[in-house]
């Protein structure tokens, strides 16, 4: 019953600071995307990827870098902190039923919370 | 303009009270819509899916007006557990990939 899992689920940086957030899934999804969600906004998308080895850039990529090296995981890092990146940050992923991508409904991760000091 | 926009609330009901929320979005060319539910630091939960119409579960009933660019949930029978922050999100194409757009949320509070 994991669906999506992220860890840590907190996290406090001090500005220049690196980490890396990871996403894991254990529903064989193809499907996996990074958001950010800021007070009065709605959720941004940061990375996507559509396949093990495959990443693409969203909305607002800058300042963040991912990797899918195996089809459960998509990771993403933060070279240099910024207190800009303080924010939470949701992990989501999806298929597509029948091959339509209407139909695509992402299932999300507890989420990260990350301040950036 | 914000490409799917809601009125962020709150709204406070009482329990049993009936509510509903309107989104716009501006892309015509959006095919598919979704309200999804997020609890205070939660994640955000599939609510309703909308491809055509309109859809209903229980007492939760979305519709969908293509030429007025707006969806809209209607919520019957409030109870107390659906308080709660209700995303509008719309299903895009730009940039040369498939994107949900989110709205910022309407938030409801539903009291005794």
């Known amino acids: 019953n994991a669906g999506v899992t992220q860890t840590p689920k907190f996290r406090v940086l001090k500005t220049g600071q690196s980490m890396t957030l990871l996403c894991a899934q254990d529903?064989?999804?193809?499907?996996m995307y990074w958001y950010r969600q800021d007070p009065g906004m709605g959720l941004r998308l940061i990375h996507y990827?559509?396949?093990?080895?495959?990443?693409a850039k969203g909305e607002v990529p800058d300042g963040y870098n991912v990797s899918r090296l195996k089809k459960q995981n998509f990771l993403l890092g933060l070279e240099s902190a910024a207190p800009s990146q303080t924010s939470v940050y949701f992990c989501?992923?999806?298929?597509?039923?029948?091959?339509?991508?209407?139909?695509?409904?992402?299932?999300f991760g507890a989420g990260t919370r990350l301040s950036v000091l | 303009r914000k490409e799917v926009e809601q009125d962020p609330g709150p709204f406070n009901v009482p329990e049993g009270a009936t509510v509903a929320f309107n989104c716009t979005y501006s892309n015509s060319a959006s095919q598919s819509f979704f309200w999804y539910r997020q609890d205070c630091r939660k994640e955000p939960k599939l609510l309703m899916s909308v491809y055509s119409s309109g859809n209903e579960d229980g007492r939760f009933t979305a519709q969908l007006n293509r030429a007025s660019q707006y969806i809209s949930l209607l919520i019957r029978d409030s109870k107390l557990s659906d308080s709660a922050t209700y995303l509008c999100v719309a299903l895009g194409f730009s940039g040369g990939y498939n994107k949900l757009i989110f709205g910022a949320g309407t938030r409801l509070a539903v009291h005794p």
């Open positions: 989501a992923s999806s298929y597509v039923p029948d091959g339509s991508i209407i139909k695509n409904i992402q299932y």
């Open positions: 529903m064989n999804h193809e499907y």
């Open positions: 990827s559509v396949g093990e080895g495959t990443t």
